[in-house]
């Protein structure tokens, strides 16, 4: 164990001589085909050449639409069939099933172009207008259908949400297309968008909290815009804008308390069973009445009971013939000595006020008009 502990020791001392350096790169070898001026992002149109052989199987899709867009997928169709057909992608129109299908042919060679025509057949089906949805085929544009009918449960406040999102005269949602650079409709359960990657993200952000009520749209759209003016000063560009941003705080709503029930005595023992109906009956012996003298005894309380709604329905239209109680000559020569000796109470205290100021002297000024009484 000594031994083992020596070497040890010495193969520490000559790690702490020698200072082992790790040098990043020492790997890479030049590229003289890769320079500073190639953007890597940059997304290459696709050329036929590279794909001669065609595709090995048949890739379809298909889709249903709402029946309110069969009249205007019907005229539109022939424009749709033509811009497929420059990628060689055979399209069908079912108005018997209601569905939009889409598949390869022999002469298809981009193989992300069926993921494009998919796209576009599914705006088609959320009310996008046929010559927006063709623009999805562009290798540059990104599409993206946000659900927002299950983020809510109640309709009335799915609703008002949703509107927050258009805005008067829909300002809020063009001020939300100007700032995302996307194209976004709203229409029924699902929000559609297109547009950039980047732009998609900011879209997707804004719809969900809105509906979630985590965000009202309008301080979304001020964020953006200060971002938009921060990417204008070339100083910020490696430094954090969080300092510049606004901070909106959510303000918590007063909502109704639950009304808590109050907490019984706590007991081992099982409440009391309650008495059946049968029990009842023996107590008070009606159990072993007849059938006959049963109905007869319900038909008796019956009456009673019709007897004391007819009495007391009678009272109340025999109160309106009743004549009001006439005062007698006494009674008001008592009332209006009643009012003279509380008029005379409230002359003598507004004397004594007034006497009492009367010998305060200067500045304190004299009680006004009403203590005269």
Known sequence: MEEESNSVGEHGMEGEGKVRTKHKGKHDKPKPWDHDGIDHWKIDKFDPAWNEGGMLEVSSFSTLFPAYREKYLQDAWPSVKGALKQFDISCDLNLVEGSMTVSTTRKTRDPFIIVKARDLIRLLSRSVPAPQAIKILDDE?????????????????FVKRRQHLLGPNSSTLKAIEILTGCYVL??????????????????RRIVEDCIQNKMHPIYHIRTLMMKRELEKVPELKHESWDRFLP?????NVKQKKAKSKEKKPYTPYPPPQE????????????????????????????????????????????????PPKETTKQES?????????????????????????????????RPSRKYYG
Not at 143 to 155: A, E, F, P, Q
Not at 190 to 203: C, D, N, R
Not at 345 to 362: D, E, G, I, Q
């Open 141 to 157: 544009m990104q599409c993206d259908i946000i659900k927002i009918g299950g983020l809510v449960r109640n309709m009335e406040r």
């Open 333 to 365: 020569a008592r009332d209006q000595e009643k009012d003279d000796l509380a008029a005379t109470t409230m002359n003598l205290k507004a004397t004594t006020v007034f006497m009492k100021f009367s010998c305060v002297p200067f500045p304190f000024r």
């Open 186 to 203: 709203i229409q029924g359960n699902t929000v559609a968008a297109m547009g950039s990657i980047k732009g998609l993200k900011q879209v």
């Open 247 to 251: 901070k909106f705080k959510k303000k």
């Open 275 to 322: 008495p059946s109906k049968i029990d009842k009956e023996l107590e008070s012996g009606q159990y072993f009445l007849s059938e006959n003298k049963k109905s007869q005894k319900k038909w008796e309380e019956k009456l009673e009971k019709q007897a004391e709604k007819s009495a007391e329905s009678k009272r109340k239209r025999e109160e309106a013939f009743i």
